[in-house]
């Protein structure tokens, strides 16, 4: 149709370069089973780590106790919509880590393109890695600080930078995902203290994939390298390993009473319903618990990863997030599809998502897997490489 051209000639390109997206309907099933055109199948792409999301029990119990205003949000927290909820989910983040004040968002997206901009203004420098997720990388995007994107976890590149250039900023941001969502390395975390410490720069750390599954506790990298009071912003999602939705960051009072001022993703967005809050902090409860969970989502990357590399597979990630790199899109689609006709749910993940030439398939464990499930997925998985 010419009316829409632009439109129809994008959507062209990207199937011909394998790069085209389609929803997929979809329905979990208890345990890590997920169900797609009326067939179950072993889901091997879900962020639910600590497989919270297949434990009915738990659900059941929180629901049967749910009344009907717990369903309801009515304005933005600011407003009318600040419900008790938000005070105690904030309290029992505060008595986790143990820091001065908590803060709850809408989203992880939500949070990473309003705090951005609310803390790096004109003036200011933001350090970023070019693996940062899309979220960090829209949030600098709409600030005004000056920016240096760094290749990523290349740490000596940051500290020549700061050495040339500290000087000629006021306040200096250093932002990092804690593990990197589609490689699923970590950052170094004491050799960022170093450089904030050096260079007198601020440390913002995305648990987005950290929280959950690192740490005695769960809450994280920087819990798991006693780092935790040295990252000035920490934030982490609830909608990967704690099962809901939602986001949170920990930070000292007096950046918690500016951004509820300036963060305008805070401000001019309705609040999240109290059944979501209460769900969150009934979860975040029983995360220090789940020492077993934790324990497992290592013993099965562990396995799996030297079950790849045997192979001969190229692999990157440490632990729960584990990518095999195809490269080519079409293939890495190819690839995908061979192994859900062998019962397993792992995507294609392609650029813009990654970048060009390095499409894959990305690998989310979570703690309801059994090593039964991981040999057959490594017995699946054929191409050349
Ligand atoms: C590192 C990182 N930050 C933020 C987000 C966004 O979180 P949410 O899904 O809560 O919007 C994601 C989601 O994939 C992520 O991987």
Redesign the pocket.
């Known amino acids: 149709m010419l009316k829409y051209k632009t439109y129809t000639t994008e959507i062209n390109n990207l199937k011909e370069s394998g790069n085209f997206r389609e929803l997929k309907n979809v329905s979990f099933n208890e345990g890590s089973e997920i169900e797609f055109s009326n067939k179950n199948y072993i889901n091997f792409s879900g962020?639910d780590y600590l497989g919270i999301a297949g434990n009915k029990e738990l659900s059941k119990l929180f629901i049967d106790n749910l009344t009907s205003v717990d369903l309801t949000s009515v304005s933005s927290r600011l407003l009318s919509g600040n419900e008790v909820s938000y005070l105690e989910l904030e309290n029992t983040l505060v008595d986790l880590y143990k820091r001065d004040s908590a803060l709850v968002f809408s989203?992880?997206?939500?949070?990473?393109i309003g705090v951005i901009p609310a803390i790096a203004l004109k003036g200011d420098l933001i350090i970023s890695d070019k693996l940062?997720?899309?979220?960090?990388v829209d949030g600098v995007r709409l600030s005004g600080a000056d920016v240096f994107r760094f290749k990523h976890a290349d740490l000596n590149k940051v500290d020549d930078y700061l050495t040339k250039n500290r000087s000629k900023y006021n306040n200096v941001w250093i932002i990092t995902?804690s593990?990197?969502?589609m490689d699923g390395d970590f950052t170094n975390l004491k050799k960022l203290v170093e450089l904030k410490q050096n260079h007198s720069a601020f440390i913002y750390l995305?648990?987005?994939?950290g929280v959950g599954v690192l740490g005695d506790n769960g809450l994280g990298l920087a819990e798991s390298e006693g780092l935790i009071k040295d990252v000035d912003i920490l934030?982490g999602?609830?909608?990967?390993a704690l099962a809901s939705?939602?986001?949170f960051l920990v930070c000292d009072s007096v950046l918690n009473e500016y951004l509820i001022n300036k963060t305008r993703t805070l401000i001019f967005t309705t609040a999240l319903p109290p059944f979501q809050l209460k769900w969150t902090n009934n979860v975040l409860k029983h995360l220090p618990s789940m020492k077993y969970e934790r324990e497992k989502l290592t013993e099965l990357s562990a396995y799996l990863i030297s079950e790849l590399k045997n192979k001969g597979f190229n692999v990157v990630g440490n632990n729960h997030i584990i990518s095999i790199i195809i490269g080519d899109s079409a293939k890495a689609v190819t690839v995908s599809e061979s192994l859900l006709a062998n019962g397993i749910f792992a995507l294609a993940v392609r650029p813009p998502t990654v970048s060009v030439g390095t499409s894959r398939i990305r690998i989310s464990l979570n703690a309801n897997l059994t090593f039964e499930n991981i040999d057959l997925f490594v017995d699946a998985l054929k191409f050349d490489n």
Do not use: Q, R
């Open positions: 962020n989203s992880g997206y939500h949070l990473n940062n997720h899309a979220s960090i995902e593990v990197f969502s995305d648990e987005a994939h934030t999602t609830f909608g990967k939705y939602g986001a």
